[in-house]
């Protein structure tokens, strides 16, 4: 997987690379060796082709040069003085480990091959350091390579690669799109392998979250996991140009964030759920996927949302969701445009014959039932459907223990700031409930529900204070009745 160099970093490492360094002082300083010198100057500002030959000459040299071993310390610890030497040289090393394939293999073999550079990482806490970002760059290249040579990894990778994602995250929580965008770029090149999918899922609260808020601010819909998602309302971002979607949000960063969740979600069955639970990703997706403004986003929505649904283990759980947000409607939109892509075409295939497998099988109690457990609730048909709670609301009542009015009940003790019509639609829920089986109002009541239903009355939103009027109705008309 190629990607293009970020333009923050490729500009910093031209700059670099056109300083003069003045090497002969830093030998007579003591600040590198006569030998480090003759090394770096047979391969700095010659033809790719040349530096190929040198280096592949005399790998062992280059090893040493770059991270040291048994006959000394690598240049970058023996330079730690002189931050210009060191970014000069990172610069250098970058390019060799790019230009010469045979290169990392070599570096690999040290003992300790990310010595010189993991401490680099801490040079300073500012996210714009040049030493901390060209050697992340480094550091990136390397572990790369080492994961897709060993994708067991080693002890020294796994210990390396967490530290490498936590620099990482800081630049992920940085204004500054160019910081966020290499920062990205480096998590792709990493997310190869199981075990480095595992790592970074481990440490999802540095890794993960900023990447989602990233995907929230392009969405339009900032922190908020509420009426935007599951409602399908906001802005479109299709029109938008490169430069600027919603929140701010380049289109390049925006492709790379998805790629790189893509590449998570490889690992559907141990990070499915947890997304869901943690970042409400299902209607997340569905939302950018209903904005997306290419076909290669819209690829990666599709994808990712196939990884996460499909693995057994999550449909249970994910499945519902995906129906509650109105996938289904969505998926069958997609399919009446004209899309190229034969991967984007086989994967809105199978995510449509996955949910329609799925909605196929279900009641209209199930229905009800999943929404309910999902907890947003939308005036799907159900909700003010005569027949349907003439003939399922005991069902509702006694299913399971007498699960699903639990459920209501801790719907109905949130807040609901951010969308007031999942009050409404529980407190039209309860009025059913109790018309159609008022022996059971004792339930409800021991659940806190009439309690809550007559706070609401007072409530500020006009439609949850008309169904909370209606509910509390059902209950002072069964008492007259009786």
């Not at 048994?70 to 240049?75: E, N």
């Not at 129906?323 to 409607?329: E, G």
């Not at 407190?427 to 659940?447: A, Y």
Request: with cysteine.
């Amino acid at each position: 997987m190629s990607l293009d160099p970020p333009t923050y970093l490729n500009s910093l490492q031209n700059n670099i690379r056109a300083r003069p360094i003045p090497w002969e002082g830093a030998v007579r300083a003591g600040t590198i060796t006569d030998n480090d010198l003759k090394k770096i100057k047979a391969v700095d500002k010659v033809r790719k082709e040349q530096r190929k030959q040198t280096v592949e000459a005399d790998l062992a040299a280059y090893r040493s040069l770059l991270v040291g071993g048994d006959s000394g310390k690598s240049v970058l610890e023996s330079a730690a003085k002189r931050a210009d030497v060191i970014q000069y040289i990172l610069v250098l090393a970058g390019d060799l480990i790019s230009d010469i394939p045979s290169l990392p293999s070599a570096l690999l073999d040290s003992s300790d091959p990310y010595k010189p550079f993991v401490p680099l990482l801490g040079h300073s806490t500012n996210p714009e350091d040049p030493i901390p970002l060209l050697t992340s760059s480094v550091l990136a290249s390397l572990i790369s390579s080492a994961l897709v040579t060993n994708p067991n990894s080693t002890a020294k990778t796994d210990e390396a690669l967490p530290k490498l994602y936590t620099y990482l995250s800081t630049l992920t929580k940085s204004q500054d799109s160019g910081l966020q965008d290499i920062a990205v770029q480096e998590y792709s090149a990493l997310l190869r392998t199981k075990k480095s999918r595992q790592l970074f899922w481990k440490q999802r609260e540095e890794t993960v979250n900023p990447l989602v808020d990233v995907l929230r601010s392009a969405a339009g819909t900032g922190s908020d996991n509420g009426s935007t998602l599951w409602n399908g309302s906001g802005g479109s971002i299709r029109s938008a140009t490169d430069a600027g979607l919603a929140g701010g949000v380049g289109l390049q960063l925006l492709y790379h964030v998805l790629l790189a969740i893509w590449q998570l979600s490889f690992e559907g069955s141990m990070v499915g759920q947890g997304l869901e639970e943690e970042q409400e990703i299902i209607p997340l997706y569905t939302h950018l996927l209903r904005l997306s403004p290419k076909e290669k986003t819209t690829r990666l929505l599709l994808s990712t949302l196939l990884n996460l649904l499909s693995p057994t283990s999550n449909r249970s759980a994910l499945l519902p969701l995906a129906v509650t947000a109105r996938l289904p409607a969505l998926l069958q939109n997609l399919k009446g445009r004209h899309f190229t892509d034969p991967d984007l075409l086989e994967d809105l295939s199978s995510l449509t014959d996955l949910l329609e497998e799925y909605t196929n099988a279900q009641t209209t109690f199930d229905e009800y039932a999943s929404e309910v457990q999902v907890g947003h609730l939308r005036w799907t048909p159900p909700h003010r459907d005569a027949t349907f709670w003439r003939e399922n609301a005991r069902k509702i009542l006694e299913n399971n223990k007498g699960e699903l009015p639990k459920k209501l009940a801790e719907i109905m003790g949130k807040s609901w700031d951010d969308d007031k019509q999942v009050l409404a639609i529980a407190c039209n829920d309860v009025g059913w409930l109790v018309k159609e089986v008022p022996e059971k109002r004792s339930q409800l009541e021991k659940l806190g529900i009439k309690g809550r239903v007559m706070e609401l009355m007072a409530e500020g939103d006009e439609g949850v204070r008309w169904e909370s009027l209606r509910a509390v109705g059902e209950w002072l008309r069964y008492s007259f009745d009786r």
